[in-house]
């Protein structure tokens, strides 16, 4: 039985001419280089600063004001997230199989303590504050719950002027006061530092303000603004209407098409999309006909064509 021609070819007999593959590396890197500089002075993308807490809360008073309440309230979606975060929800799911359950929350993140509670406990106390605090830590789970029903039912009448939240309502104890409070520490900035600073002193990790951020909708306002949503450029995770990073085109389309965009567990199913185009790219060279596309096209006859005009004539 005969060899394939996929597994085995014979040694090469024919004419031959020297290479200098060093030179051509050379000219090929300045080449590239010229390039990439060029390209990028021409369509490099803004240099936006950095989102913060403060900024949202100067600029969307009554949006971080109306996210601090669900935070509060548990309705926010890092709230009802699931894992890594907390066990609300069972999360992401491929098939029958709950991924996300299996590992557990990893990342525990609560909503009342990380993102209220705590950062207005580290503040410099005041009279008012002190005793808002004192009274919801005081309280049962029904009457925080009555409280936080109250403020919630007239926050959609909620009202910002001289730096102050107001909510048409004198049944909900603390929570006017807290989040009055939050809003005001936010503007100042120290709600950045002091979402951070829970992870420890020394530290980078933003887990807690990007959380916090993305619950609301001024970041995904920004993100409609700089074409970084999935429908827009974003898909390639870039600033502006330019093309981001390519690589990750074959990520983020599957983002964009049924049954993905309509899915709840769109994360963990393209995860396992990709997952099996890498496997079958591995298996590219031992797979029959697959292997065999590039001898049936001839396409090594175009990249190679000097030489088999050379060899025609």
Do not use: C
Request: hydrophobic content about 40%.
């Amino acid at each position: 039985m005969s060899e394939s021609p996929d597994v085995k070819v014979a040694p090469w007999t024919g004419p031959q001419r020297p290479y200098d593959i060093l030179k051509e590396g050379t000219i090929a890197l300045v080449v590239v280089a010229i390039l990439t500089i060029g390209l990028a002075i021409v369509f490099s993308s803004p240099d936006d600063p950095q989102v913060t807490v403060q900024q949202w809360s100067t600029k969307a008073p009554i949006d971080f004001a109306q996210t601090a309440l669900s935070e509060l309230n548990g309705t926010s979606g890092t709230a009802q997230y699931g894992a890594p975060y907390n066990t609300a929800s069972p999360g992401q799911k491929l098939g029958p199989f709950t991924l996300a359950k299996w590992l557990g929350a990893t990342i525990p993140v609560n909503t009342v303590r990380d993102f209220v509670i705590d950062p207005l406990t580290d503040q410099p106390p005041t009279p008012t504050l002190s005793a808002a605090l004192a009274q919801w830590k005081g309280a049962g789970a029904g009457q925080r719950t009555a409280w936080l029903d109250a403020y919630t039912k007239a926050s959609s009448k909620m009202t910002f002027a001289n730096g102050t939240v107001s909510v048409p309502t004198t049944a909900a104890g603390p929570v006017p006061v807290m989040i009055n409070s939050l809003e005001q520490m936010a503007r100042s900035g120290a709600l950045d530092q002091a979402l951070v600073t829970q992870s420890g002193f020394y530290t980078s990790n933003y887990t807690l303000p990007l959380l916090f951020l993305a619950d609301g909708s001024y970041l995904g306002d920004l993100a409609q603004q700089r074409h970084l949503l999935g429908s827009q450029w974003g898909m390639m995770n870039e600033t502006g209407s330019y093309p981001g990073q390519a690589w990750l085109w074959l990520y983020t389309f599957w983002y964009q098409i049924p049954p993905f965009s309509t899915s709840t567990n769109a994360d963990v199913e393209v995860s396992a999309v990709m997952a099996l185009l890498s496997v079958l790219l591995l298996l590219v060279p031992f797979i029959p006909g697959l292997r065999s596309i590039p001898r049936w096209t001839r396409v090594y006859r175009l990249i190679w064509r000097d030489h088999y005009r050379s060899q025609s004539a």
